[in-house]
C-alpha cells in the first residue's frame, strides 16, 4: 500500500531523516519506534504532505505522494492524528469531528461515519456538545482518531498517541488501536512507548538519528535484547 525508498527531509538546512525506506502493507499495523529527536515526526509529516523530501520516493496504491499536494493526499485516504493532537479547542466534539468529514468523497457517508465514530468511542456521544479543549486528554485523544476515521481512510497515521497521557490512559489508546486495527484499518504508528507500541503492530522499523537502524516483526523486536536494553530498560 505505502512504499517509501531512501526519503531524506528535514527543515531548511537541518536534515532529519536520512535514506528512510520502509513499506506498510494492506491490512497491517506497522510501528515506528525511537527516541525522542530521532525524526519519527518529520516521516509522518512527509508521508501526509506536510513537509516534502528533499530525494527519494513515497508512492501509495501507485500514487507519488511527493508530487501530491496535501488536500489530495486526504483525498486518496491518509488521515494524519497529528502529536498533541491539534483540535479546535473552542468547537465543540462534535464540530470537531465534522471538520474531519470535510473532504468531498467522505461527505454523504457523513452520518453513517459519524454513527461508527460514536460506536467506537460511545464517551463522545455523550460529549458530543461538549467544547472539544475542555476534556481530558484521553478524551481529547479519542476525539483525534475519531476525527481521522470520519475521512473513512485507507490509512491512519497516529504520531506518538500515548504522549503526555496517565499510564491508565495510555493503556485505553492502545486497546482503541486494537479496536482500529480488528476493523480492518491500515495503521502507521510512530511511538516512543515501545513496548506497548509493539503489542498492538504486526511489524515495527527503529529510528533513530533519522536512519534506519532495526525492522521485524514486532515479537522478535520486543524479545531483542538490544532492543530491551536501549528502549525497556531492562
Same mark, same amino acid.
Given at each position: ?36 529527536? &530521532? ?26 505522494? &511527493? ?7 486526504? /483525498? ?29 468523497? &467522505? ?36 476525539? !483525534? ?6 475521512? /473513512? ?49 504486526? %511489524? ?6 533519522? %536512519?534506519?537502524?532495526? !525492522?521485524?516483526?514486532? &515479537? ?15
Amino acid at each position: 500500500m505505502l512504499e517509501l525508498k531512501s526519503v531524506r527531509a528535514g527543515y531548511g538546512s537541518f536534515q532529519a531523516l536520512y535514506d528512510v525506506s520502509l513499506e506498510v502493507r494492506e491490512g497491517e499495523a506497522v510501528g515506528v519506534i525511537g527516541p525522542n529527536g &530521532a525524526g519519527k515526526t518529520t516521516l509522518m509529516r512527509v508521508v501526509s504532505g506536510l513537509i516534502r523530501p528533499t530525494s527519494g520516493s513515497i508512492v501509495m496504491d501507485g500514487i507519488d505522494l &511527493a508530487a501530491t499536494p496535501p488536500h489530495r493526499i486526504v /483525498e486518496l485516504g491518509v488521515a494524519h492524528v497529528p502529536e498533541s493532537r491539534r483540535l479546535f479547542a473552542r468547537m465543540t466534539v462534535e464540530d470537531n469531528l465534522k471538520m474531519g468529514g470535510f473532504v468531498p468523497a &467522505a461527505r454523504p457517508k457523513f452520518r453513517r461515519q459519524l454513527d461508527a465514530v460514536y460506536e467506537l468511542f460511545p464517551r463522545l456521544r455523550e460529549r458530543r456538545r461538549q467544547l472539544a479543549g475542555s476534556m481530558s486528554g484521553g478524551e481529547q485523544q479519542m476525539c !483525534a482518531i475519531g476525527r481521522a476515521l470520519m475521512s /473513512e481512510p485507507k490509512l491512519l497515521l497516529l504520531d506518538e498517541p500515548s504522549a503526555g497521557l496517565a499510564p491508565v490512559l495510555v493503556e485505553q489508546v492502545f486497546e482503541l488501536v486494537r479496536r482500529i486495527r480488528a476493523g480492518g484499518l491500515t495503521v502507521l504508528i510512530v511511538e516512543q512507548n515501545v513496548q506497548q507500541v509493539l503489542r498492538v503492530v504486526d %511489524r515495527a522499523y527503529l529510528l533513530k538519528t533519522g %536512519r534506519i537502524h532495526a !525492522a521485524g516483526k514486532a &515479537a522478535e523486536l520486543l524479545a531483542s535484547d538490544s532492543i530491551r536494553q536501549a528502549y525497556l530498560g531492562v
